[in-house]
């Protein structure tokens, strides 16, 4: 099944859709910045072509941009 992804755009609201939810039963989970952090660095990993070579350098100037 599919997730659906919520931002609100503050505390208030995002109490509001978790009571909502909970009263619709509807099962949910709030992830921390770090948890969101991690799982857009495994879908970034998952993506990643890995055939290809990349210099040190090269990954340098990346991590300085």
């Known amino acids: ?20 939810l909970a009263k619709l039963k509807v099962r949910s989970q709030t992830l921390t910045e770090e948890e969101k952090e991690d799982l857009g660095l495994a879908y970034m990993i998952k993506e990643a072509n890995l055939d290809e070579q990349v210099s040190r350098e090269e990954i340098a ?3 300085k941009s």
Do not use: G, T, V
């Open 1 to 20: 099944m599919s997730s659906i992804l919520i931002h609100p755009k503050d505390e208030k609201e995002a109490q509001f859709i978790q009571e909502l």
């Open 61 to 63: 100037k990346k991590l």
